[in-house]
């Protein structure tokens, strides 16, 4: 995925109210922007890290620039905006960059389906196999030694997420949940239970019920994302 027009660089003052950021820019005007991150962003928002920012052609946003990546003093780039994450893994299946995601004819985004009314990320069909739906989360927290985690914060909509999941498996369709790992430090996945036991509780269920885990890291530069790197998924225990 390319970035067109280029993104502009800044840096960062602060994020807050969950959906701002201010950043200051080469000629120190002081300006804000949107964050499409409802998480903690945790090691991603730190001040005086280089924000990267698109700018929106509609007229009536308030705030029409977003942010959509940082580059760490650790020269680790992160996508932060979440919203990317689907778009990157619909290509890259598009493109025949997963394996284990290909020989499907057809490919629908945000279809109704579950019992707790939910929406599937992405949903893969053949006329000869079950379908394949495809939970896709972005991992962007980081800790030592390139370990990445997921959820970096509470949540009750990642939970529900593993139940719908869990359902389908039991169904006997395919289940899929795709950690799209949008930060170039982590070099594999573990849940965090230490954060979010629930959902590790729910997690297993839904390994256990057959739901499938694929990671896999993004390579990303100021004017470019693409998935392309299978790491590993540390299994829970």
Request: charged share 20%; net charge negative.
């Amino acid at each position: 995925m390319k970035f067109t027009p280029p993104l502009q660089a800044a840096t960062l003052i602060k994020r807050y109210k969950r959906f701002l950021a201010d950043i200051t820019l080469d000629d120190g005007e002081i300006r804000t922007i949107h964050c499409a991150n409802t998480g903690a962003m945790t090691g991603c928002a730190e001040p005086g890290t280089t924000v990267w920012y698109s700018t929106s052609d509609n007229k009536k946003r308030k705030y029409p620039n977003s942010w959509e990546l940082a580059h760490t003093a650790a020269n680790d780039w992160i996508c932060v905006n979440t919203i990317q994450a689907n778009h990157l893994v619909k290509e890259a299946i598009e493109q025949q960059r997963i394996p284990e995601l290909s020989d499907y004819e057809n490919l629908r985004t945000e279809v109704k389906y579950g019992a707790e009314n939910s929406r599937i990320d992405l949903l893969l069909e053949s006329q000869t196999r079950q379908p394949c739906y495809i939970e896709v989360k972005s991992v962007t927290l980081l800790t030592n030694n390139g370990q990445g985690y997921f959820p970096d914060a509470v949540t009750t909509r990642g939970q529900k997420h593993l139940r719908e999941l869990t359902e389908m498996a039991q169904q006997g369709s395919r289940a899929v949940l795709f950690f799209a790992v949008l930060h170039t430090g982590i070099n594999q996945v573990n849940v965090a239970n230490h954060i979010d036991p629930e959902y590790a509780r729910l997690l297993q269920q839904a390994i256990n019920a057959g739901v499938e885990i694929i990671c896999y890291r993004a390579t990303i530069i100021a004017d470019e994302i693409k998935l392309e790197d299978c790491i590993q998924f540390q299994h829970l225990t």
